[in-house]
């Protein structure tokens, strides 16, 4: 399975919705404390991209050497609808900066020296030491994720029931007079995670793993034939 470390750099590189939560500082529109752009640097630093004008670039500009602090939450969201669609959250804790001279004009950066780390997800919660997150790599398939459950949610539909016959002693759920759904949630390199749904409310989770884990969309077409291979003998 993914550590800690390698799944919070995975959300962080994600296209998921994230908030700068800057203690004592309001705003008129939520999506003013939305960065539109973050990466993270070699030391472990978040650096993330808000209009110049933005209240969080005021504050930030305005603070005394590492004054300020903030928290950068990151919501993940089952591209796929699915019932209980939140994935998991982030929550990087850290003391917030301005970087003048980086970004584009009318852009600035912010600096976030990581102080404390966690994740709440689809594997339980979790501490991260800062060192593990500058240190992690973040899931190869991180770009393609969303489009591909997406895919195999609309054009694998069948196939993705199929899968039920691997689930061992909960196989039986799988007959059709059950209406069970099969809807993939979640993947990474080491598998793919299907939630099957009941009659379009109860449900429960399933983890298929692949031979080995795969680096690229190729080797993960491959693990997924063998996988649909394995479901129907």
Excluded: K, N
Aim: proline share 7%; aromatic share 4%.
């Amino acid at each position: 399975m993914p550590s800690a470390a390698e799944r919070t750099r995975t959300l962080v590189q994600s296209t998921c919705s994230a908030v700068l939560l800057v203690p004592g500082l309001s705003v008129v529109h939520p999506d003013q404390l939305m960065p539109d752009s973050r990466s993270m640097g070699p030391e472990g630093d978040l650096f993330l991209g808000f209009p110049a004008d933005s209240p969080v670039v005021r504050a930030a500009t305005r603070a005394q050497g590492d004054e300020l602090t903030a928290v950068l939450e990151i919501t993940d969201v089952a591209p796929v609808s699915v019932p209980h669609r939140i994935r998991g959250r982030a929550r990087i804790a850290g003391w917030l900066t301005a970087v003048p001279g980086v970004a584009q004009p009318g852009r600035m950066m912010l600096r976030l020296e990581t102080g404390e780390v966690s994740v709440d997800d689809l594997w339980g919660c979790e501490e991260v030491e800062p060192e593990e997150l500058r240190d992690a790599v973040a899931d190869p398939l991180v770009t393609h994720e969303a489009e591909l459950l997406q895919h195999l949610h609309a054009a694998h539909s069948e196939q993705m029931t199929t899968l039920s016959a691997l689930l061992g002693d909960r196989a039986e759920y799988g007959c059709a007079e059950h209406g069970l759904d099969a809807v993939p949630v979640a993947l990474d390199r080491f598998g793919l995670r299907v939630r099957f749904v009941e009659d379009g409310s109860a449900c429960f989770d399933a983890r298929f793993e692949f031979p080995d884990p795969v680096r690229d969309v190729g080797e993960l077409r491959r693990a997924m034939h063998s996988l649909f291979e394995a479901a129907s003998c």
